[in-house]
């Protein structure tokens, strides 16, 4: 089971970190995703990180603003967003595609387990 963290309602310019942490297993040895979704829109993958040493991907639209870390002491993974902007509001989830460790190649499909979702709300 995967839970995030971390939402909240924020000004334009502003910054949130979500958290993803899990029970039952370890994120360690997985890569992880976080994908948002927006009232009326499809669900978009904003990120993954695979397992250490990290590679990263970004979609565009957050590039240079958001940050996915990982502290795997905590079993915990981070998604830092910066500069937030109104058209950052949706529902943020992470999630794990047990058993890969990168997120080359991966489909949204392969993504088998999901937190709850975590509401960014960015308006003034």
């Known amino acids: 089971q995967l839970v995030e963290s971390g939402g909240g309602l924020v000004q334009p310019g502003g910054s949130l970190r979500l958290s993803c942490t899990a029970s039952?297993?370890?994120?360690?040895?997985?890569?992880i995703g976080w994908f948002r979704q927006a009232p009326g829109k499809e669900r978009e993958e904003v990120s993954c990180?695979?397992?250490?040493?990290?590679?990263?991907i970004y979609t565009g639209s957050v590039e240079g603003r958001f940050t996915v870390s990982r502290d795997e002491a905590k079993n915990t993974v981070y998604l830092q967003m910066d500069n937030l902007k109104p058209e950052d509001t949706a529902i943020y989830y992470c999630?794990?595609?047990?058993?890969?460790?990168?997120?080359?190649?991966?489909?949204?499909?392969?993504?088998?387990?999901w937190g709850q979702g975590t509401q960014v709300t960015v308006s003034s």
């Open positions: 990180i695979s397992i250490t040493p990290a590679s990263i």
């Open positions: 039952g297993f370890t994120l360690n040895n997985v890569a």
């Open positions: 999630a794990a595609p047990i058993p890969y460790p990168y997120c080359s190649g991966l489909t949204t499909g392969q993504y088998n387990t």
